[in-house]
């Protein structure tokens, strides 16, 4: 069964960058499309960036132009990179399959706490 691992959230000031990792266990996930959802406190989850098999990306309207998402197949790994942070990018931050079902695997996910 596939695990996913997410890391490198941590507090940071407004402005500030922080890089995510999802590493992946046991199934590939190399020919799924893969994604990062948040949720806030008292907020829907919400798909915040994807990325397809081939590397094609899609990122929501809220973080166009401030996140990055990339992946390394050989190393079953996705990243977010995230930079000028806001607070309102305050979430748990977790990996999965887009859509989710497919791999259908929630981890424990990542804290990312953006305030001054």
């Known amino acids: 069964q596939v695990q996913l691992v997410e890391s490198g959230g941590g507090l940071v000031q407004p402005g500030g960058s922080l890089r995510l990792s999802c590493a992946g266990s046991?199934?590939?996930?190399?020919?799924?499309?893969m994604g990062w959802y948040r949720q806030a406190p008292r907020k829907q989850r919400e798909l915040v960036a994807q990325?397809?098999?081939?590397?094609?990306?899609n990122y929501a309207d809220s973080v166009k132009g401030r996140f990055a998402i990339s992946r390394d197949s050989a190393k079953n790994t996705v990243y977010l990179q995230m930079n000028s942070l806001k607070p309102e990018d305050t979430a748990v931050y977790y990996c999965?399959?887009?859509?989710?079902?497919?791999?259908?695997?929630w981890g424990q996910g990542t804290q990312v706490t953006v305030s001054s």
């Open positions: 990325i397809t098999s081939r590397g094609s990306t």
């Open positions: 999965n399959s887009v859509p989710s079902l497919l791999l259908n695997y």
């Open positions: 046991g199934r590939s996930f190399s020919m799924y499309a």
